[in-house]
T-cell receptor, first 111, second 113 residues
Framework: GAGVSQSPSNKVTEKGKDVELRCDPISGHTALYWYRQSLGQGLEFLIYFQGNSAPDKSGLPSDRFSAERTGGSVSTLTIQRTQQEDSAVYLC?????????FGPGTRLTVL | GESVGLHLPTLSVQEGDNSIINCAYSNSASDYFIWYKQESGKGPQFIIDIRSNMDKRQGQRVTVLLNKTVKHLSLQIAATQPGDSAVYFCAVLRGDSWGKLQFGAGTQVVVTP
C-alpha cells in the first residue's frame, strides 16, 4: 500500500514568511509524528498525535511552530515568521503500533 | 533524560564483509529499539526492531543485538552490499514517553568494492 507522503518536497522561503508543510499518513495509522533533521544530524522530535488525544507538543522549539491533524488523518505543520535556523528537513512518520514509518520529508530553506 | 549515541560517525567496509554498527543508550527504562537506514534525500527506512525482553533478533541479512546490562545496541549486516551504503540510525523508545523516539546522530556506512 501507499506509504507516508509529504508535500512539498522542497520549499524555499524568505525570512519572516509563514510556511505550511503537509503530511498524509499511512491509511489506518492512528499515530502521527513530526521530526526535524538538520544537515548531517539525527532526528529531533517535534510533536506527536495519537488518535483523539491532545497532542504531545513538548518538542516544538518555539511558539512559532504549530501543528494540527484534521479528521485523524492529514497533518499540517506551520512555521510562522520563519528564521534561517528553521532550515532543515521536516520528516513526518505514522504508526499503527510501535514502529514508525517515515515519509520522504520536506526540505525547507529559509533565505 | 535520554541520550543516544553512536560509536563511529563513519564506517568503511569492503563489499562482502560483515558490518557492525554500535549504539549506546543511557536510560535503563528504554524498552523498544529500532534501527533505521537513511539514503541520501530519503526518509528513514525501518530495518529491524527489538524489545527489551529480547537480546537478539534476526532479519534478512541483519541481526540486532541488545545488551541491557551495558545499555548497548548493535546492528550487524551480513555480506554487505553497495546498496547498504547509507546512514544508519538507532532509535530508542521509553514506555513512559510514548511516541518520542530518541535518535542517535547516525553512522555513515560506505561500502567499497
Amino acid at each position: 500500500g501507499a506509504g507516508v507522503s509529504q508535500s512539498p518536497s522542497n520549499k524555499v522561503t524568505e525570512k519572516g514568511k509563514d510556511v505550511e508543510l503537509r503530511c498524509d499518513p499511512i491509511s489506518g495509522h492512528t499515530a502521527l509524528y513530526w521530526y526535524r533533521q538538520s544537515l548531517g544530524q539525527g532526528l529531533e522530535f517535534l510533536i506527536y498525535f495519537q488518535g483523539n488525544s491532545a497532542p504531545d507538543k513538548s518538542g516544538l522549539p518555539s511558539d512559532r511552530f504549530s501543528a494540527e491533524r484534521t479528521g485523524g488523518s492529514v497533518s499540517t505543520l506551520t512555521i510562522q515568521r520563519t528564521q534561517q535556523e528553521d532550515s532543515a528537513v521536516y520528516l513526518c512518520a505514522s504508526s499503527a503500533l510501535d514502529t514508525q514509518y517515515f515519509g520522504p520529508g520536506t526540505r525547507l530553506t529559509v533565505l | 533524560g535520554e541520550s543516544v549515541g553512536l560509536h563511529l560517525p563513519t564506517l568503511s567496509v569492503q563489499e562482502g564483509d560483515n558490518s557492525i554498527i554500535n549504539c549506546a543508550y543511557s536510560n535503563s527504562a528504554s524498552d523498544y529499539f529500532i534501527w533505521y537506514k537513511q539514503e541520501s534525500g530519503k526518509g528513514p527506512q525501518f530495518i529491524i526492531d527489538i524489545r527489551s525482553n529480547m537480546d537478539k533478533r534476526q532479519g534478512q541479512r541483519v541481526t540486532v543485538l541488545l545488551n541491557k546490562t551495558v545499555k548497548h545496541l548493535s546492528l550487524q549486516i551480513a555480506a554487505t552490499q553497495p546498496g547498504d551504503s547509507a546512514v544508519y540510525f538507532c532509535a530508542v523508545l521509553r514506555g513512559d514517553s510514548w511516541g518520542k523516539l530518541q535518535f542517535g546522530a547516525g553512522t555513515q556506512v560506505v561500502v567499497t568494492p
